[in-house]
């Protein structure tokens, strides 16, 4: 209370700053019920070893990461371009808030080889460990996890199969601390875009055992790393990847300039940048021919999108969390915003759809591998961080527009994720390729009818609309391939959002089974109904208006189950 005056028109604590505490400073461990029944059902006896981590973990993203966050974006990075005698230094200095949040990160990092090692001899497994850590940080700060986690997997999994000895001992010491450790950069993007990689204009040309890249990159998220991925031109015509560091083999400066830093509407906490390579050495990474090195980068890509589905999550929840903080606090017409019922409405809705995309984002990163799985999830998953991030700023009215409250900088930093790793609709494009040419619907079908079958016992309407759907969408599939062509890529964003659908109400069962066979508890199936309900009944014409809402007839139990403070 001693922090501000009180003034004299001001004698209630109505507006008193200290109860509208919002996320920060909370334990994000302990107050996500969702985030438990995960870990617990996915660490299975690991849990018990890694609940004292995640813990601590929980208290390091809702303080020091958080409040880092707020800092960085207020002070984002510059550049230094030249030094005093005017030379190109293209030096990018990261203010110090990020560097403490960094460092904390580092320190408490779960997808580090040593913990992974650690994790794995107690009987957790790394993966889903590594999934609640990004979970956690993305929650905080997306352009931070995007700064730490930009192609890392890429740069060494590539360097390991195609760069000469000398250049592989180098990028493994780089990456010692893991491939989460903010080391590495993808420069893919040029003035002509990001996805065309016929009207790719950066160039290579042999140099002994090394290559000479020229070109310009219209985006390079972590400028400042020490290892880039980069696209470029093969004399024959081919455009393959290559490995760039910031030095060359004899220890000089590399061809390398950054002619600035992007002035972005959000993610400020990583450094976006227009880099031009002159004549930079490079290494090939690719076997004979281009094939093989751009196949396995665009297998890795499909991790990446996973990642970026992960920030759309992140950034939903965190738009929840804010949410119910404020509407808890806030009081409009006599009684608390969240005792209002179209306020209970649009709250439970928002926490049925951060479920869905939370079983979508950890069925792709620790479930059985779908090569279709991961453009559906972040078709979903980046879009709903947009819309949960707006929703949150209605629910603070003219406050969630004012950048001293938290939300307004989730709604600029999600708005980039629908862009990371390819737009709605090269998605789409990416659904019908796995489909026309790997068949990867089938693979995908059964794994949602396996979804499905375990869980009648825990709600026979639901488990049926999903099931009847799920042949549905079989039918749809079948009649989609018939459509000629033009047609039918006009018709892929609506089948690549039904499959999103089902994919998730399919899952949300899933867990609801696991839920009632190992707690007795039937909150899931509550969910897994409130979703199929939304999204795949059919209401007929009065929709559903004539039938008494389910989701606030049993809000306190959403709630319940969804923080706890």
């Given at each position: 209370m001693g922090r501000y005056l009180i003034e004299s028109f001001d004698s209630s604590d109505r507006y008193a700053t200290e109860r509208y505490q919002g996320a920060t400073g909370r334990n994000w461990w302990s107050c996500d019920p969702t985030l438990q029944l995960l870990m617990r059902r996915h660490l299975g006896d690991g849990f018990a070893w890694a609940t004292p981590y995640l813990d601590k973990l929980g208290a390091l993203m809702g303080g020091t990461v958080a409040e880092c966050a707020e800092e960085t974006d207020r002070h984002p990075p510059r550049l230094e371009k030249y030094d005093k005698w005017g030379r190109d230094v293209s030096e990018v200095v990261m203010p110090p808030s990020f560097h403490t949040a960094r460092n904390a990160l580092m320190a408490n990092n779960f997808t580090a080889p040593a913990f992974a090692e650690e994790a794995r001899a107690n009987g957790a497994n790394p993966a889903v460990l590594a999934a609640a850590w990004t979970y956690l940080l993305d929650q905080a700060d997306i352009g931070m996890g995007c700064a730490l986690g930009t192609g890392g997997d890429m740069v060494v999994s590539l360097a390991e199969r195609h760069a000469p000895e000398d250049v592989r001992d180098r990028v493994r010491a780089i990456f010692a601390n893991g491939f989460y450790s903010g080391e590495a950069a993808q420069m893919f993007t040029e003035r002509t875009g990001g996805s065309d990689l016929a009207a790719l204009e950066a160039t290579a040309v042999p140099d002994g055992d090394s290559w000479l890249l020229s070109g310009l990159k219209w985006f390079a998220s972590n400028a400042n790393g020490s290892a880039f991925v980069v696209l470029a031109r093969l004399p024959e015509g081919d455009v393959a990847p290559f490995l760039v560091l910031w030095e060359r083999r004899d220890g000089s400066r590399n061809g390398v300039r950054i002619r600035r830093l992007k002035d972005k509407l959000g993610t400020r906490s990583v450094a976006s940048a227009?880099?031009?390579?002159?004549?930079?050495?490079?290494?090939?990474?690719?076997?004979?021919?281009?094939?093989?090195?751009?196949?396995?980068?665009?297998?890795?890509?499909?991790?990446?999108?996973?990642?970026?589905?992960?920030?759309?999550?992140?950034?939903?929840?965190?738009?929840?969390?804010?949410?119910?903080?404020?509407?808890?606090?806030?009081?409009?017409?006599?009684?608390?915003l969240i005792e209002q019922p179209l306020?209970?409405?649009?709250?439970?809705?928002?926490?049925?759809?951060?479920?869905?995309?939370?079983?979508?984002?950890?069925?792709?990163?620790?479930?059985?591998?779908?090569?279709?799985?991961?453009?559906?999830?972040?078709?979903?998953?980046?879009?709903?961080?947009?819309?949960?991030?707006?929703?949150?700023?209605?629910?603070?009215?003219?406050?969630?527009?004012?950048?001293?409250?938290?939300?307004?900088?989730?709604?600029?930093?999600?708005?980039?994720?629908?862009?990371?790793?390819?737009?709605?609709?090269?998605?789409?494009?990416?659904?019908?390729?796995?489909?026309?040419?790997?068949?990867?619907?089938?693979?995908?079908?059964?794994?949602?009818?396996?979804?499905?079958?375990?869980?009648?016992?825990?709600?026979?309407?639901?488990?049926?609309?999903?099931?009847?759907?799920?042949?549905?969408?079989?039918?749809?599939?079948?009649?989609?391939?018939?459509?000629?062509?033009?047609?039918?890529?006009?018709?892929?964003?609506a089948l690549a959002t039904?499959?999103?659908?089902?994919?998730?109400?399919?899952?949300?069962?899933?867990?609801?089974?696991?839920?009632?066979?190992?707690?007795?508890?039937?909150?899931?199936?509550?969910?897994?109904?409130?979703?199929?309900?939304?999204?795949?009944?059919?209401h007929g014409p009065l929709r559903g208006i004539d039938r008494p809402a389910e989701g606030l007839d049993r809000f306190d139990d959403l709630l319940a189950g969804a923080l706890t403070l």
């Open positions: 227009e880099v031009e390579l002159a004549d930079a050495e490079a290494f090939l990474l690719a076997g004979a021919g281009s094939g093989s090195g751009l196949g396995t980068m665009m297998k890795l890509t499909n991790a990446s999108r996973l990642g970026v589905a992960m920030m759309g999550v992140g950034v939903a929840r965190r738009a929840l969390v804010e949410s119910l903080c404020y509407a808890r606090s806030r009081e409009a017409f006599g009684r608390p306020m209970r409405r649009k709250l439970a809705e928002l926490i049925v759809e951060v479920e869905a995309a939370q079983a979508l984002v950890f069925d792709g990163l620790v479930g059985p591998r779908l090569r279709i799985a991961p453009a559906l999830i972040k078709l979903r998953t980046a879009r709903l961080g947009v819309t949960a991030a707006s929703d949150a700023i209605e629910v603070h009215g003219g406050n969630g527009y004012i950048e001293q409250w938290p939300v307004a900088r989730l709604l600029r930093d999600a708005q980039v994720n629908p862009i990371w790793e390819g737009g709605d609709n090269i998605l789409c494009l990416d659904v019908r390729r796995a489909m026309l040419r790997e068949n990867a619907h089938e693979p995908f079908l059964d794994r949602l009818v396996s979804a499905v079958d375990p869980a009648s016992s825990v709600g026979p309407e639901t488990v049926s609309l999903v099931r009847g759907r799920v042949e549905d969408l079989r039918k749809a599939i079948t009649a989609w391939s018939s459509l000629d062509p033009v047609a039918a890529e006009a018709q892929l964003f039904y499959m999103a659908d089902v994919y998730a109400a399919a899952l949300l069962l899933e867990q609801a089974a696991w839920e009632a066979r190992e707690l007795g508890t039937d909150r899931k199936a509550l969910v897994a109904r409130l979703y199929a309900d939304a999204h795949l009944a059919d």
